[in-house]
């Protein structure tokens, strides 16, 4: 009975193993019920009696070697391997990029009226979205019988009727009045909200700039003068402008400002309906009442004040006819700008 050429067998066979079912393939193979370990227990019987007792323990220690060389493959097959604790990166692989994300165009039109507001020494502040009814109304010489005032035109508050989303950015002039005094030169983005159904021109909330400029001696020329910077900064040096006559509580004397139309050029287009301009803004001299209304003494500071449409400036400057687009998140519009 020649055990040791089995057992070099063995050793050759057991480093080769990788996986624990190969491992209980050996095992049977040795140890299992037909089994070489088992074949040389059986062919012990038949050698020559003085042989016997050695065959034994030779065939008793061969067996102690299997189960050990068995139990020190088990445990290497449990160890972590090298490679399964290191992360598998390969670095070869070309990597996943992040898009760039970039401004609403809302938020780029904004940026850059009030750059250029900034420019001419204006500073940018912003109010509330809910105001009181005196900011929003009462401060700005707004009467008591305003149709603005209508909970129709207004989102009040459920239950706080003094409070409401703010219809414009101008109570954000009351806020600054009150609380200082002037020179002042102040640009005020944000939102507003009136209770409009949506359509290719409307929508319940929208944006504005309104600007104000308040001293001893601001007269409307100055207002003229500075609107036309800003006409010309978002719409190019070529535009013309004009004033009309109009009304506002807030201003004495009150117009609203046109540009002559950016895509016809003032002869009169299916954007500008055949009249050659585009109405941007409002605008006016700050009315007495407010000056008193803020608890500015009489007579002591003239100034002017503006409002205008973001929207309406973008959709001017682009060429864009659904105000809603703005509004819906589809990157298709809005990674045009
Ligand atoms: N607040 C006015 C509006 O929303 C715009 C405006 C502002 C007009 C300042 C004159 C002066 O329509």
Not at 109 to 119: K, L, N, S, T, Y
Not at 123 to 131: D, K
Not at 160 to 177: C, D, E, W, Y
Request: net charge neutral; hydrophobic share 40%.
């Amino acid at each position: 009975m020649d055990i040791s050429t089995i057992k070099q067998e063995l050793e050759t066979e057991i480093v080769r193993i990788t996986s624990f079912s190969e491992l209980e393939e050996l095992r049977n193979k040795y140890l299992g019920r037909k089994g070489i370990l088992n074949q040389l227990t059986g062919a012990i019987p038949s050698l020559p009696k003085e042989e016997r007792a050695s065959a034994g323990q030779a065939v008793n220690a061969f067996k102690e070697r299997i189960n050990s060389l068995i139990q020190e493959k088990e445990k290497e097959l449990k160890r972590p391997s090298q490679e399964s604790v290191v992360p598998s990166v390969d670095i070869g692989m070309p990597g996943i990029t992040q898009g760039l994300g970039r401004l609403h165009p809302i938020t780029q039109i904004i940026d850059e009226i009030c750059g250029i507001f900034v420019r001419m020494g204006f500073s940018v502040i912003e109010g509330p979205e809910v105001e009181n009814e005196f900011n929003n109304f009462t401060g700005l010489n707004i009467a008591l019988d305003h149709p603005s005032r209508d909970v129709f035109d207004t989102f009040y508050l459920k239950y706080q009727q003094k409070l409401l989303l703010r219809s414009h950015t101008s109570p954000v002039q009351i806020r600054v009045m009150r609380s200082e005094k002037p020179p002042l030169a102040v640009v005020v983005p944000g939102k507003v909200y009136r209770p409009d159904a949506s359509d290719a021109s409307h929508s319940f909330m929208f944006h504005q700039v309104e600007g104000f400029m308040v001293d001893d001696d601001i007269r409307f020329s100055d207002l003229k003068g500075m609107l036309e910077v800003f006409a010309k900064g978002v719409f190019g040096e070529n535009i013309k402008m004009r004033f009309r006559p109009h009304f506002f509580p807030f201003t004495e004397p009150s117009v609203e400002v046109d540009i002559s139309c950016i895509i016809c050029g003032g002869k009169g287009c299916s954007v500008c309906g055949r009249k050659g301009w585009l109405e941007i803004l409002g605008a006016g001299m700050i009315h007495p009442n407010v000056f008193k209304n803020v608890g500015y003494p009489k007579d002591k500071y003239t100034g002017f004040a503006f409002g205008m449409g973001v929207e309406r400036i973008a959709m001017l400057k682009y060429g864009i006819d659904d105000i809603r687009l703005f509004f819906e998140n589809d990157l298709r519009f809005l990674k045009q700008f």
